[in-house]
Each structure stands twice: as structure tokens, then as C-alpha cells.
């Protein structure tokens, strides 16, 4: 294998049930699973891309949404280079729990890294509950980046959020 420019380690947080999974599945494998099983813990895949004629190995960290595994959620969050924080457009419920989740990532983490909010299933555009204007008020309240959305079912806007934490990441580590 050739020599990788850098390795990042990026992790997908958010409530049980708002996409993390499947977005990730979707970006490693470009399908999408319908009954995907709640993760318990932590999954981990590692996927080689180039970007800006760089080549990064990108660690994909999908932590579990249930509360159980909050506790975990700072040893996971050790050596993350970024996130992506996940909400479901459909369950404003799912935006109000990013503080708790944001704060005990950042208990894990030794310096600020980039997060990228992320809204999930936009193929729900009908049940919407969730506007984009609400996410980017929160986002720049809290010095977040985004929001970006997307639809894991449909692919839309799926390889887009993994460029765009990536590149920032990048610019983070002064590699661009």
C-alpha cells in the first residue's frame, strides 16, 4: 500500500434512530441497509480516499445513540480529528439532546477539532419538524460548521458531508 498523507479519526454522534449507521454504511459501501440493528457501543471502519491529491485514510468511528453508552462516549472521543453530529429533520427532539452529546464529546478531546452538524433523512422532506434556518442559528450559537443535510436512503448529499468534514480536518492539521 502506498504511504497516506494522514490518517483521521472522525466520529458520528447524535440520539439512537437519527441515521448515523446508515450514513456511514452508505458512504463505505454507496448501499443502503432498510433494517439496520441499533449499534452497540461503537462501530469502526476505515475507508482510503484522496482528496486535493492527498491520500487519507479515514477512520469512521459510529458511536451508539442510546443513552447506556454515553459513558463511553469520551474514550471514543480520544484522538478524533472531527465529527459529525447527527440530527433527524423529522425529530426536533433529536436537535435538543446535541448539547448533552456535544459536551461529553468534548470532556474526551484535548483540543478543539472540527464539527460538522449533519441533518439525516431529508428523503422525509414531508415530516419535516426541523428547519434549516433553526440548525444554522444553533450552529453559529455554538461555533459548530454546517449544517449539511442528507438522505442515507437516497444517497443525496452522502459523499458531500464526509468531503467537507474531511477537508476541514485537513485545513485543521494544516495539510491544505
Known sequence: MST???TFKV???GEGGVGKTSLARRYLTRVFEEDTKM???ADFAVKYITLDDKKISLQIWDFAG???FKVLLPGYATGSNGAIFMYDITRYVTLTKIDDWLSIFKSGIK???PILMVGGKTDLEEKRSVSIEQVQTYCESRNLLGPIECSAKSGN???NVFEFITREMMKHTNLI
Open 4 to 6: 497516506r498523507d494522514a
Open 11 to 13: 466520529c458520528i454522534i
Open 39 to 41: 449499534t452497540v457501543g
Open 66 to 68: 442510546e443513552e447506556r
Open 111 to 113: 483540543e478543539p477539532v
Open 157 to 159: 448529499n452522502v459523499e
